[in-house]
């Protein structure tokens, strides 16, 4: 039609708890989105590789300690500082599938106990999702998965209360998909 949302790329996140399967997922969609000629991108956050990214894999690795909310404004930081970069390739027609994005911001953090508006007051003026795909998984599933890297955040107990965080953020527009689902696509695979 001539509209020039038609030629913009789309901003996909993909959500849910820590060993859910959404980097597998991500790592599918965007191969399938290439096969199908799009220009598309794989994005994580955090981004490890900034400075703010570094800092924050420090934390998450135990090796250095930070107070709640100091970590809470370097994950967001984080993506503030992908914010230009990441307008510009949509206005230019990239895709860019995210794994991990303001929702889990406000799930971990408001899962320690944190006020939920405060939370999500960093993240308001980031590019909004077109698309939020959410891996559903009971919290004792994906703790059965194994391979929890030992990070911090990383057991049952935590997860549980990072699942409610989800649930409370959960609205109408995100896509969920069960753990079992994917499963079944997997086998058939
Ligand atoms: N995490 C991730 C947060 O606590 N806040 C955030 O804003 C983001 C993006 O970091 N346990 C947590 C969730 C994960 C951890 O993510 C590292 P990953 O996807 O394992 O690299």
Redesign the pocket.
């Known amino acids: 039609s001539g509209d020039r949302s038609d030629s913009r790329g789309a901003l996909v996140v993909l959500e849910g708890l820590?060993r859910c399967g959404?980097?597998t997922q991500s790592n599918k969609l965007h191969k399938y989105l290439e096969g199908l000629g799009h220009s598309a991108e794989l994005w994580?956050?955090?981004d490890?590789t900034t400075s703010v990214g570094q800092m924050?894999s420090s934390y998450?690795s135990n090796q250095s300690q930070l107070d709640d909310r100091a970590?809470?404004l370097l994950?967001?930081a984080?993506?503030w500082e992908k914010r230009t970069l990441m307008e510009s390739k949509l206005k230019s027609g990239t895709t860019i599938i995210v794994?991990?994005?303001?929702y889990?911001?406000?799930?971990?953090?408001s899962a320690k106990g944190l006020d939920m508006d405060w939370c999500k007051a960093p993240e308001i003026g980031l590019l909004a999702p077109d698309l939020v795909l959410y891996l559903e998984i009971p919290p004792e599933k994906a703790a059965e998965r194994g391979g929890y890297?030992g990070?911090?955040?990383?057991h049952l107990e935590f997860q549980k209360k990072?699942s409610k965080s989800y649930q409370a953020l959960h609205d109408a527009s995100w896509k969920v998909i069960n753990f079992s689902f994917v499963d079944m696509a997997l086998k058939k695979l």
């Open positions: 820590d959404k980097t994580r956050f955090p490890r924050i998450l970590i809470h994950f967001s984080n993506r794994d991990r994005y303001s889990s911001g406000v799930a971990f953090s890297g990070e911090r955040y990383e990072v």
